[in-house]
């Protein structure tokens, strides 16, 4: 073959190529000669001398195709039923056949005849390669030309690949002749599966219809813009109006027969049905729309049927109707909102009711653990049913703190922040619980944590709680302490926890330190006389109360010379520090020693001191021992009480006055010889409690008040209502402050000539700088 251009005989050349392309178009067989021949010919027009001839090329390519269609049309597609029966075939006793149904046959038809042209225009399309490349291409206006209207030619203009040019053709005199008729079929025949109607001809069916709805698809898939117009405009509107009124019909005779359960299920069903038979003849992007209709006429038009047995789905939890009912509803705008609230105020009942019946020592662990199961069961329900859906785990969560910060009046005090405090407390103490279950305890306790809304309430009471740990050594272990506290690090961030990380602190430099106290004894050549072991403790990390309130005790001439020698130590290495002995806090070991056996038990100082009274004398009336300690009459009657109920001391008379003679127990038995007394002196009194939460209460209004004068600072002018809620916003980590409580901050602020009412509206505030 010759690349040179040259002169031809277009007319010569355009008859052999004319028939090639018959062939082509028609899926005859061409020898591979006479198709390379071809290519040359599409080469030595497009190139010819002294001028190619490609326009010409495609003009009559356009006509032969114009021509070819037409008669396919008239021939092949819109033949008469009576000559489609005389070309039936005759069978072997001279009768002819049954033809097809009559609603097939132009299906049928035209799907043959689409095949045929579709897979021959690929063909033709390869054949034209040149012309398509080095001439259409090259006219075709580029993505920037059309976006910004360089293009001087209109789109009539412009010429199509052969490959488009063909399936225009079809469209032009194939699909917009017969379009309304084909749909009117495909549509029957969707029908009549929905209805399961088709006959043994299932399977040719579904392909014909298939391929005839494809073809609408495809005459446009090349094109530039709305490749899905014709298939949307001419078949998918029409197929999603008479699809929803089947539904209508199907929804109608359903709600005549059937339960709500019922119902729902028949109704996925029919989803799953219409989804199956979309796929199988749809374009994808119409699923989803038929999907939508199919909702709207089953579901959103009878919302309040469905709702009608709501409530009974959620009381009894039925799982199925309730799964079902989520399938349907959740597509719907809004459609799950009813759902979401009885599901609210059924967590919130079955809350109420677990933690209703709570009574005993134990009310602590029976709520944090009561709590946890009704939120491992609904949020169990939640996954299985609800699909873990984040709007159903919002109402779990609402419904739990709900629960959980309820104050059942006005007056009376939250307790849930206590009663966690006091769960994680017993968690910690020394038990017989495993590490590993601890853990796993104190994890899920933080679930109930996050719901308190009080949360600086749970910060003192945990406080508290850890303060008793650390210094009567009652911790299971220091790793598990550590743990919880990072565990609350996460959950409130580092301010939330300085203090706590301060007290480890102490206990830690107190090791240290009491290792150089022993050091500076041997050195010295000093003896304490007695085991003495200090935790010195910073004031303001720990929650002791005020140290001036510490109360008045004469100490014992046996703890007097390790106290001395102690702040000698002390001071000699640090100065400038003052040190206050917490002594009612300290406790110690002392060894009992009876006729007929000895006992080592543990014991707080001022129990000490009692019992260090009788190792001259055998008796005493109360009013000699309080005077001689200096305790408190408060104080000295509750740990003498200690003592007498553990049988060490007796009394002469039950009632407990000044006059009553003490004495020790001479007689005094125990099977254990290492015990101790101090664990009832050791629980939190309600007086204690009371004291925790007026700290709350003042620690509240320092912050509210500190935040105040921060947001005027800042804003300098700032309306009532506005300062209000932005101290809200601020607090709501913390804690949810009542507006009383803050508008008494601002009074106090006000009066302490740190904010102002402005002169133009009392409902403003401004900074005094």
Request: glycine share 2%; net charge neutral; charged share 30%.
């Amino acid at each position: 073959m010759s690349l040179k251009p040259k002169k031809i005989e277009f007319d010569e050349i355009w008859k052999g190529l004319r028939e090639t392309v018959h062939q082509v178009i028609t899926l005859k067989s061409v020898r591979r000669s006479v198709w390379n021949d071809r290519f040359d010919d599409v080469y030595a027009i497009c190139v010819a001398l002294p001028e190619p001839l490609a326009d010409r090329l495609y003009l009559e390519t356009k006509a032969f195709l114009e021509n070819h269609v037409q008669e396919l049309l008239l021939q092949r597609v819109l033949i008469s039923d009576s000559d489609h029966a005389s070309k039936a075939k005759m069978s072997d006793d001279g009768t002819s056949s049954s033809s097809p149904a009559t609603s097939d046959q132009l299906l049928a038809r035209y799907y043959d005849t689409w095949m045929e042209y579709s897979r021959g225009s690929q063909y033709l399309h390869n054949l034209y390669q040149y012309l398509n490349n080095q001439y259409i291409k090259k006219q075709k206006h580029n993505e920037a030309e059309i976006v910004y209207g360089c293009n001087h030619l209109s789109d009539n203009q412009e010429k199509m690949e052969i490959g488009e040019l063909e399936l225009e053709i079809w469209n032009q005199y194939m699909i917009q002749r017969l379009g309304n008729e084909l749909v009117d079929q495909i549509l029957s025949g969707i029908n009549a599966e929905r209805s399961n109607k088709t006959t043994g001809q299932h399977n040719k069916n579904t392909e014909i219809i298939r391929g005839v709805i494809q073809s609408f698809v495809a005459v446009q898939e090349d094109r530039r813009k709305g490749s899905l117009a014709l298939y949307q405009e001419l078949f998918e509107a029409r197929m999603l109006e008479e699809s929803g009124e089947n539904f209508r019909i199907v929804a109608s005779e359903l709600l005549q027969v059937c339960s709500v359960s019922q119902y729902m299920e028949r109704i996925i069903k029919k989803f799953d049905e219409e989804e199956k038979l979309a796929n199988i003849y749809l374009h994808a992007s119409s699923v989803p729309k038929l999907r939508k209709v199919c909702e709207e006429e089953m579901v959103t038009k009878h919302m309040n049927f469905l709702y009608s047995e709501c409530k009974e789905m959620v009381a009894n939890e039925r799982i199925a109707d309730l799964r079902n009912l989520y399938i349907l509803l959740k597509p719907v705008t809004d459609g799950l909102k009813r759902l979401i609230d009885v599901f609210l105020e059924h967590i919130k009942e079955q809350g109420k009711k677990t933690i209703a019946c709570m009574k005993g020592d134990s009310v602590h662990i029976q709520f944090v653990e009561n709590m946890l199961d009704v939120h491992r069961k609904y949020e169990e329900l939640i996954h299985s049913t609800f699909k873990s859906d984040p709007l159903f785990l919002g109402a779990l969560d609402k419904a739990c703190a709900r629960i959980i910060n309820e104050k059942h009046s006005n007056n009376q005090v939250c307790r849930s922040a206590e009663l966690v405090a006091k769960y994680c407390d017993s968690l910690l103490k020394k038990s017989k619980t495993t590490e590993g279950e601890i853990d796993q305890k104190l994890t899920r306790s933080i679930i109930i944590f996050k719901y308190i809304e009080d949360k600086d309430v749970y910060q003192k009471f945990y406080s508290r709680m850890l303060a008793k740990r650390l210094i009567h050594e009652q911790s299971q272990s220091m790793d598990a302490e550590e743990l919880m506290i990072n565990k609350l690090k996460q959950a409130c961030g580092y301010e939330f926890t300085n203090k706590l990380h301060r007290m480890f602190t102490d206990i830690s430099v107190s090791t240290d330190l009491n290792a150089k106290f022993s050091k500076y004894l041997n050195d010295n050549e000093l003896e304490t006389g007695i085991n003495f072991t200090v935790k010195v403790l910073q004031a303001g990390a720990w929650p002791l109360g005020p140290t001036q309130a510490v109360a008045s005790f004469a100490i014992p001439q046996e703890f007097e010379k390790s106290i001395r020698l102690f702040e000698k130590f002390y001071h000699i290495n640090f100065s400038g520090r003052k040190l206050t002995w917490l002594l009612h806090l300290c406790h110690g070991e002392m060894k009992l020693s009876f006729e007929k056996r000895n006992y080592i038990v543990t014991m707080q100082t001022y129990q000490m001191a009692i019992l260090l009274m009788f190792e001259n004398t055998d008796k005493y009336t109360c009013k000699e021992l309080q005077t001689s300690l200096q305790l408190q009459q408060e104080i000295f009657q509750r740990h003498l009480q200690s003592l007498v109920e553990a049988k060490i001391l007796l009394l002469n008379e039950e009632k407990m006055n000044d006059d009553t003679e003490v004495s020790i127990n001479m007689n005094y038995n125990n099977k254990r010889t290492k015990f101790k007394i101090t664990t009832n002196l050791q629980k939190e009194t309600p007086q204690e409690v009371e004291h925790t939460m007026n700290a709350v209460d003042e620690d509240r209004k320092m912050y509210l008040q500190a935040a105040i004068v921060r947001i005027m600072k800042s804003r300098k002018v700032l309306r009532h209502n506005a300062l209000i809620q932005e101290i809200l916003s601020q607090s709501k980590v913390s804690f949810a402050p009542n507006v009383s409580m803050i508008k008494k901050c601002i009074e106090s602020l006000i009066d302490k000539q740190y904010i102002e009412r402005t002169p133009n509206s009392g409902d403003e505030y401004s900074y005094v700088a």
